[in-house]
């Protein structure tokens, strides 16, 4: 829904809850994270220049958001100095204001410069910051309780082999093509429970980072967040880096990353040696949404990025300074 077609008169009474009753829309066009996430989304303003992100969920998303809150307003006690975004509470303190039969959620807009999708993994700042948001949120964390968060998604070792026999069944001629992957990877799953699990955000990339000039001023989606492997994090956006160009895996960006948790001591050896394996794991869940979307060009190309993961492991590793 465009600004143009809501009304600010429906809007009021939401806005109201927290304590904002003077504001105008603006054009959806700045704003950032994923649409999928939300039913609705309006970006607005008051009448101090403040801009808010207003979104309206499903009532079967409260739980999976209300916990996403949670974790980001203790992540912020914690490390205000930490760039995420949290959630405002409302004149009950309260994350999730209900209107009607609707529910919605408020944060505030940050303002960010855009990403250059051509050039971006040849800034070696940018690994730099993003390995240091990393171990950042990890030092953060190890102040919480041992409770990582209800895990809202499966294990990797009992969500692909699952999946694996739902290609089989529905997509014979794909399954023949993943069926050398699905062997590479079975001692990398069968292992992968023996892990240590730490919260992690899920989905952190590039693109669900808001940048400054040489800094990270927000970090968003946290909707796959909770206790994921170590390397979870680091191995997603590597994935997600070299399925925009496979090249970029071997930039500069890249290589200040993975050296910089070299120098803190992250990880064991042993996580590393089968880091390319968990990035190969990772994109079965791209595989799956190609699959549902109907996407076959992207699910082609998906496998056939797996292929040269497999592929190129040993190389891979020995760029990044990884002993096997």
Same mark, same amino acid.
């Given at each position: 829904?465009?600004?143009?077609?809501?009304?600010?008169?429906?809007? /009021?009474?939401?806005?109201?809850?927290?304590?904002?009753?003077?504001?105008?829309?603006?054009?959806?066009?700045?704003?950032?994270?994923?649409?999928?996430?939300?039913?609705?989304?309006?970006?607005?303003?008051?009448? %101090?220049? /403040?801009?808010?992100?207003?979104?309206?969920?499903?009532?079967?998303?409260?739980?999976?958001?209300?916990?996403?809150?949670?974790?980001?307003?203790?992540?912020?006690?914690?490390?205000?100095?930490?760039?995420?975004?949290?959630?405002?509470?409302?004149?009950?303190?309260?994350?999730?204001?209900?209107?009607?039969?609707?529910?919605?959620?408020?944060?505030?807009?940050?303002?960010?410069?855009?990403?250059?999708?051509?050039?971006?993994?040849?800034?070696?700042?940018?690994?730099?910051?993003?390995?240091?948001?990393?171990?950042?949120?990890?030092?953060?964390?190890? %102040?919480?309780?041992?409770?990582?968060?209800?895990?809202?998604?499966?294990?990797?070792?009992?969500?692909?082999?699952?999946?694996?026999?739902?290609?089989?069944?529905?997509?014979?001629?794909?399954?023949?093509?993943?069926?050398?992957?699905?062997?590479?990877?079975?001692?990398?799953?069968?292992?992968?429970?023996?892990?240590?699990?730490?919260?992690?955000?899920?989905?952190?990339?590039?693109?669900?980072?808001?940048?400054?000039?040489?800094?990270?001023?927000?970090?968003?989606?946290?909707?796959?967040?909770?206790?994921?492997?170590?390397?979870?994090?680091?191995?997603?956006?590597?994935?997600?880096?070299?399925?925009?160009?496979?090249?970029?895996?071997?930039?500069?960006?890249?290589?200040?990353?993975?050296?910089?948790?070299?120098?803190?001591?992250?990880?064991?050896?042993?996580?590393?040696?089968?880091?390319?394996?968990?990035?190969?794991?990772?994109?079965?869940?791209?595989?799956?949404?190609?699959?549902? %979307?109907?996407?076959?060009?992207?699910?082609?190309?998906?496998?056939?990025?797996? /292929?040269?993961?497999?592929?190129?492991?040993?190389?891979?590793?020995?760029?990044?300074?990884?002993? /096997?």
């Amino acid at each position: 829904m465009s600004p143009r077609s809501s009304s600010t008169e429906n809007l /009021q009474p939401i806005l109201l809850q927290w304590f904002i009753s003077s504001f105008h829309l603006l054009p959806n066009d700045s704003l950032y994270g994923s649409p999928e996430r939300t039913l609705e989304r309006f970006l607005m303003e008051d009448d %101090k220049g /403040q801009r808010y992100i207003l979104d309206k969920i499903s009532p079967t998303a409260i739980p999976r958001k209300l916990a996403i809150a949670e974790n980001l307003e203790r992540l912020h006690l914690i490390n205000p100095s930490l760039p995420i975004v949290p959630y405002l509470k409302n004149h009950q303190n309260q994350f999730i204001s209900e209107e009607g039969d609707s529910y919605w959620m408020l944060s505030h807009f940050v303002e960010h410069l855009p990403l250059n999708r051509q050039t971006y993994w040849q800034d070696g700042w940018r690994g730099l910051e993003m390995a240091e948001f990393l171990l950042d949120l990890r030092h953060a964390v190890l %102040k919480w309780p041992q409770d990582l968060g209800k895990s809202w998604d499966p294990p990797l070792e009992q969500y692909i082999p699952g999946f694996a026999d739902t290609i089989q069944q529905r997509h014979p001629g794909k399954y023949a093509l993943i069926e050398p992957i699905l062997h590479h990877l079975e001692s990398f799953l069968s292992s992968l429970h023996r892990q240590e699990k730490i919260f992690c955000h899920g989905d952190f990339h590039p693109l669900n980072i808001l940048w400054g000039y040489n800094t990270i001023v927000g970090v968003i989606d946290w909707e796959f967040s909770g206790g994921k492997p170590r390397l979870y994090d680091i191995a997603n956006m590597l994935g997600c880096l070299g399925m925009e160009n496979p090249e970029a895996l071997a930039d500069r960006m890249t290589a200040n990353f993975i050296q910089y948790f070299s120098g803190e001591g992250f990880g064991s050896k042993e996580e590393w040696a089968s880091l390319v394996d968990l990035m190969i794991s990772l994109r079965f869940g791209w595989l799956s949404e190609w699959f549902r %979307k109907q996407d076959d060009e992207m699910v082609d190309l998906e496998i056939t990025y797996m /292929q040269f993961l497999v592929e190129y492991k040993t190389q891979l590793n020995t760029f990044w300074g990884i002993v /096997q």
